[in-house]
Nanobody
């Protein structure tokens, strides 16, 4: 059973920075992709940023230029550096990892429990 754990959530003032981390019970490089999602009560979970096994990254428009996703080999972690935080960034941030398991493209997905980020105005 693969476990993902998010840490680093906190209360921060608008304009501030925060880095959340996703660690895994196996090498993060064993996944085909790792993403950060976020969710606020009453809304659907939304994709924030992705990094694939080759290191390519993608970002939602609402975080482009402010957030950076990266991998830390030494810590076996996927990091999300969040700068210029806004109150609307307040959410629970979840780590999500996928692994293709056969030639047909079937995937196994893993989710962490989430970490709360609160941005005060």
């Amino acid at each position: 059973q693969v476990r993902l754990e998010e840490t680093g959530g906190d209360l921060v003032q608008a304009g501030g920075s925060l880095r959340v981390s996703c660690t895994a019970s196996r090498s993060i490089f064993s996944f085909d992709g790792v993403d950060w999602y976020r969710q606020v009560p009453g809304k659907q979970r939304e994709l924030v940023a992705s990094i694939n096994s080759g290191g390519s990254t993608n970002y939602a428009d609402f975080v482009k230029g402010r957030f950076t996703i990266s991998r830390d080999m030494a810590k076996n972690a996927v990091l999300l550096q969040m700068n210029d935080l806004r109150p609307e960034d307040t959410a629970v941030y979840y780590c999500h990892a996928t692994k293709v398991v056969n030639v047909e493209g079937a995937r196994v997905e893993h989710w962490g429990q989430g970490t709360q980020v609160i941005v005060s105005s």
